[in-house]
């Protein structure tokens, strides 16, 4: 005699796996695996591709493609080093005016932006054109970091596929997701690390639904990266170890001190942003000039040209005397802040890595000037230093500790460099409020801080829920007289609620943006509402599923 239970037991087990299936193959997961598998692989050939252009690009002014520009720039002549940035200015310039409709490159905060806004594409022409002209910046010497626009063009494939595979949308800003995450792996050689940051920076959460897609783009563009550039991280260290446990104060106060170098970065590029638009000239002219700064800086300090790897490897060995890295640090924010605000291609990762090393290993050298039983090696600093700056300046203390585990092959510090790492995240946060990323996109009106909420009505448009106008039974013309209200396709979705509410009104003609009187549209109250809770309990499914 069979018992009921096992009897039962295939009918139970149908009853409960039959709607996990449905659900799975309802959310199309099988397709969206296969296609972050694609865009981990076409990623991470764009990443090698990018990385082979900007060594080409090098070669005729350094006779060298390799990331090593201070030992090349040795056996240069210092025309030579001042008139690349200049020329690469001038074509950069150039590509700007003619090519860019931004009017300039685009990186890391274009990809929030796209994936704050719901809708918002990324066009594949302007990354495509906005990773040339990159490619063209850092290979002429220009002072910025390789992985804001590889990050960006990760973005930029990932969408394009996207758009054209009828996936949801959670689904499609998942993919962009992972076109980020193959992009850090394939740049860093840290895939942990893609993972991480594209949860944390780019989609701003950490549902699971979206962890096993991202996992397969950036194990692909690890495993294809490694297969070109081989197993080696980014930078060789030299053996460290904690000498004792009575260090860690000095680890909290290396904290606080690469805090303030952070802080000083941002205000420098914003300060210099901020200037560069209050000058008056000819675009083309903008990078021709900061070419000449950059020139005329590496001429006397080649250790701030290009992406700076060659530095921070210095930096992680203890080849750099004390007075050196303090000059360095002050002269790459100067040269990173003309780069940028000139228009120049490129990125803040690879200058806050710098920045952190170079911290790093000067508070190293005053520490071990203090107690030197106590003190651990510079390289230890160097390391600390570099995790510090890099998560308080990008906002991403997370995936930021698990890129410098990545690149330095170092996973015994993990408790000094979590404490590193939070405190000078904790003292950003306390003094600018923001990352660096949040700041480029408040700039533009784009606030993703403040929650789902604040970010659904600042960032919706009363054309993405008003109805067009009937024009057989409505009215053409719209008298604008006092107390009559009316609203634009432009205006966000807070003032037409505010605009709604003064007035009492439960419907708004939608007038012409030119003209004023013509009404295209009407936007109802109850639509306005609708949509902003559907955008809320999109989101809130989106993050916790």
Known sequence: MIPDFIRTLPTNIRLWVAPNIRAFLGDQQPRLWLMSLFVGIAVTIAAILFRELIGLVQMPWLKDSSERIISAARNTHWLYIFLAPVCGGLVVGIMLQT???????????????????????????EGFTSLIVTAISLGSGASAGREGPIIHFGATLASSAANFSGLPEWSKRTLLGAGVAAAISASFNAPLAGVLFAHEVILGHFALRAFVPIVIASSGAAIISRAWFGEAAAFIVPEYSIASYWEFPAFALLGLVSAIVAIAFQFSLFSADFLSRKITMPLWLRPVLGGVAVGGIGVFLPQVLGVGYEATDLALWGSLPLSLMLILIVAKTLATAITLASRFGGGVFSPALYLGAMTGGAFGIMA???????????????????????GAVLGAPISTTLIVFELTGGYELSIALLLTVAIAYGVNQAIHGHSYFHWQLEMRGIFVQAGPHRAVVRNTRVMDFMTPRDPQSEPEAFEPEPGNSSLRPTDTLDTALRTFDAGGHARLPVIDEVDGTNIIAWADQVKALAYFNKRLIDASEEEHR
């Open 368 to 390: 071990a000037a203090v107690l030197p039983a106590l003190a651990s090696s510079q390289a230890l600093y160097s390391i600390l230093g570099m995790g510090a700056v890099a």
């Open 99 to 125: 090519l860019m409709p931004q009017r300039r490159t685009l990186a890391v905060a274009d990809v929030i932006e796209a994936r704050a806004l719901t809708g918002r594409k990324l066009g594949l022409r």
